[in-house]
């Protein structure tokens, strides 16, 4: 059994699609980010970081308990487990690994960053939302290319794709357009077609449409600048 800590975040929902796509049984527990609950000692001693998700693989027979934290970490550690998600072969698993880091370093980063600056911050500073957006469609249109010429990012659907759906689907919230990508929307739209993806990112609660309710969107943006000044 896997016990997941985590939040309806782009990063939480990366392990709990991977969760369902594996159908590992799995036990959610919900952080409120607003309310700090990723700072208290007792999550600190899951991820000394204070960042969501963590999970704890819970032992079983002669085996202790085992904690991951960094989601992309977490990924690599279900797909090696589960032997799914992953190739066997070294440069199949280079090749996820790869597409894995870029999504580690690049996509999520630039857009949380455009999500700070252009929704977050009461102050808008019109440099670092064009640097942020900007960037992020530099990577959209990176990830263009290789979906031109492939159906999946790293040939067979794996944890790289699962990564990126889930914060490239949040394109519109960041500010970035998709306009004139049609292999992204195709991949997007194939992502959104499958079953665990959408049961993913209804953990750990189904989250409100906050760009068609202005109400939600205040509320939404309140809680998002609570946790980011944590």
């Not at 693989?57 to 970490?73: H, K, L, N, Y």
């Not at 079953?195 to 449409?209: F, L």
Request: charged share 25%.
């Amino acid at each position: 059994m896997i016990d997941l800590y985590t939040a309806s975040t782009p990063n939480g929902w990366k392990v709990s699609v991977t969760l369902e796509e594996l159908g590992l049984p799995y036990r959610v527990h919900a952080i409120d980010l607003s309310k700090g609950e990723q700072k208290t000692e007792a999550f600190l001693r899951l991820n000394p970081n204070g960042r969501i998700p963590a999970i704890v693989d819970r032992g079983e027979g002669d085996e202790s308990d085992f904690t991951v934290f960094e989601s992309g970490a977490i990924l690599l550690y279900l797909a090696e487990k589960s032997g799914r998600l992953m190739p066997a072969d070294p440069r199949g698993r280079s090749l996820v690994t790869q597409w894995l880091m870029f999504q580690m370093g690049g996509i999520g980063p630039m857009m949380g960053q455009a999500n700070v600056f252009f929704r977050y911050f009461p102050e808008k500073i019109q440099p670092a939302i064009d640097r942020y957006q900007n960037e992020s469609r530099r990577l959209f249109e990176v990830l263009e290319r290789r979906l031109a010429e492939s159906e999946w990012l790293a040939g067979d659907y794996s944890i790289a794709d699962i990564a990126h759906w889930c914060w490239v689907r949040t394109y519109k919230w960041s500010g970035v357009s998709i306009e004139g990508l049609p292999h992204l929307r195709r991949w997007l739209d194939a992502m959104r077609s499958r079953p665990a993806c959408q049961r993913g990112i209804e953990v750990p609660a189904k989250a409100p449409d906050a760009l068609k309710d202005e109400k939600a969107t205040s509320a939404f943006v309140e809680r998002a600048r609570q946790s980011v000044q944590r």
